[in-house]
Antibody
Framework: HVQLQESGPGLVKPSQTLSLTCTVS??????????WSWNRQSPGKGLEWIGYVYYTGNTYYNPSLNSRVNMSLDTPNNKFSLHLSSVTAADTAVYYC??????WGQGILVTVSS | EIVLTQSPGTLSLSPGERATLSCRAS???????LAWLQHKPGQAPSLLIY???NRAAGIPDRFSGSGSGTDFTLTISRLEPEDSAVYYC??????????FGQGTKVEIK
């Protein structure tokens, strides 16, 4: 199984863009068949799927977040990224990247606060 | 979007007992693309079951999944203390949207 590690700022101001990167090791992100996803868990709540970027670069997002989300592959560096715009306190959560349903990062806490 | 409803919300059982967790979908899950994940506080979620009934690598055989269509079940045949966690079902067969259930918390007495 691949290993994944999230990175990015732990604090983002309201109305700004949250940007996270997931570094993949033990496998190539452009090898066939993998869905590279972002998910989150807000305090006291369950898991929420944000979206995925397929190994081809095609993306699909949660309809509730679609207008604010952008994901992409960084193939030369074996990473993929999440950008979530116009954040509010409701976007405070632990963000997880994952490979299909099989491998997950440890998660990164992102707090939205001024 | 497919809505997944899990029941019960919380299950409190003793070691050695059997746990039965339910996941009901608002419409048919295509291809039985239904996974069960275990999530412990402060840890990454961990895949238990994929394709409704296939155990992931390294998962003990006391974990089993069943079901198809709109009704799915995760069974833990003999609970152990380390099974205390929140369990989520996730459907990943309906493109473009994947969804999680709201989770079932399993407490070991």
């Amino acid at each position: 199984h691949v290993q994944l590690q999230e990175s990015g700022p732990g604090l983002v101001k309201p109305s700004q863009t949250l940007s996270l990167t997931c570094t993949v090791s033990g496998g190539s992100i452009d090898s066939g068949g993998f869905y590279w996803s972002w998910n989150r868990q807000s305090p006291g709540k369950g898991l929420e799927w944000i979206g995925y970027v397929y190994y081809t670069g095609n993306t699909y997002y949660n309809p509730s977040l679609n207008s604010r989300v952008n994901m992409s592959l960084d193939t030369p560096n074996n990473k993929f990224s999440l950008h979530l715009s116009s954040v509010t306190a409701a976007d405070t959560a632990v963000y997880y990247c994952a490979s299909d349903q099989t491998s997950w990062g440890q998660g990164i806490l992102v707090t939205v606060s001024s | 979007e497919i809505v997944l409803t899990q029941s019960p919300g919380t299950l409190s059982l003793s070691p050695g007992e059997r746990a039965t967790l339910s996941c009901r979908a608002s419409q048919t899950v295509v291809g039985s693309y239904l996974a069960w994940l275990q999530h412990k506080p402060g840890q990454a979620p961990s895949l238990l079951i994929y394709g409704a009934s296939n155990r992931a690598a390294g998962i003990p055989d006391r974990f089993s999944g069943s079901g198809s269509g709109t009704d799915f079940t995760l069974t833990i045949s003999r609970l152990e203390p380390e099974d205390s966690a929140v369990y989520y079902c996730q459907q990943y067969g309906y493109s473009p949207s994947w969804t999680f259930g709201q989770g079932t918390k399993v407490e070991i007495k």
